[in-house]
């Protein structure tokens, strides 16, 4: 079945230094992935996707590359703020079995100190 | 605002209390899904409606009862629950249930069981 993998937090900070948080996954067929973002008593938002192989998902300042050969999507951002503070969700949607279903890591959360 | 909201934001219930959480959206979106997100553990697919259609049942138990009266619309109705069941109930839309269209989530309703 299908599975995501991703770095346990919590990960804590300083403001403007670089973040990478890891994500695995184990997918059938060709899935379309995606980074949602939870901020303190909110919903999950969508922050980027990509949906085939090296492809790359910007937004915000967060990018993600989707690497095939070693089926990984990992969030990268170059200087982080204080209001990136939240919880980061690695998530992936399969092109084929239950197409409906997405499937989501445990979550990383992301602590950034001013 | 994702366009998608939810009523309650917070539930507190006995566990012999019926209750039911309301979703709306406002996307023009045809599937709608119920997600349970408890401490510590990846969000949980509950229950997907694609057209007013039941299309997915995550082997949930009956004392969580999906309805969906029209395409805008979703609720869970809940009677009997446990404090197990505590937890944020997680609402979302998409366009349609194809891989690569995101989910939208609303901001959760907080329930909690004693």
């Known amino acids: 079945g299908n599975s995501v993998t991703q770095m346990e937090g919590p990960v804590t900070l300083s403001e403007e230094a670089f973040l990478t948080i890891n994500c695995t996954y184990t997918a059938t067929g060709y899935p379309s992935l995606f980074w949602y973002v939870q901020y303190p008593g909110e919903g999950l938002q969508l922050l980027l996707k990509a949906t085939k192989a090296d492809d790359k998902g910007s937004n915000k300042g967060f990018e993600a590359t989707y690497r095939k050969e070693t089926t990984s999507f990992h969030l990268e951002k170059g200087s982080v703020q204080v209001s990136d503070s939240a919880v980061y969700f690695c998530?992936?949607?399969?092109?084929?079995?239950?197409?409906?279903?997405?499937?989501f890591g445990s979550g990383t959360q992301l602590t950034v100190l001013p | 605002e994702t366009g998608v909201t939810q009523t309650p934001r917070h539930l507190v219930m006995g566990m012999t209390n019926k209750k039911s959480l309301k979703c709306e959206q406002h996307?023009?979106?045809?599937?709608m899904y119920w997600y349970k997100q408890s401490a510590k553990k990846p969000l949980e697919l509950m229950f997907v409606?694609?057209?007013?259609?039941?299309?997915e049942n995550n082997s949930v138990p009956s004392r969580f009862s999906p309805e969906c009266p029209n395409s805008s619309h979703l609720f869970l109705h809940l009677h009997t629950l446990q404090p197990e069941d505590s937890a944020l109930y997680l609402c979302?839309?998409?366009?349609?249930?194809?891989?690569?269209?995101?989910?939208?989530f609303g901001p959760g309703t907080r329930l909690t069981v004693l």
């Open positions: 979302a839309s998409s366009h349609d249930l194809a891989d690569y269209n995101e989910q939208f």
């Open positions: 409606y694609s057209l007013e259609e039941r299309v």
């Open positions: 996307l023009g979106h045809n599937a």
């Open positions: 998530a992936l949607r399969s092109s084929s079995g239950s197409a409906r279903q997405l499937t």
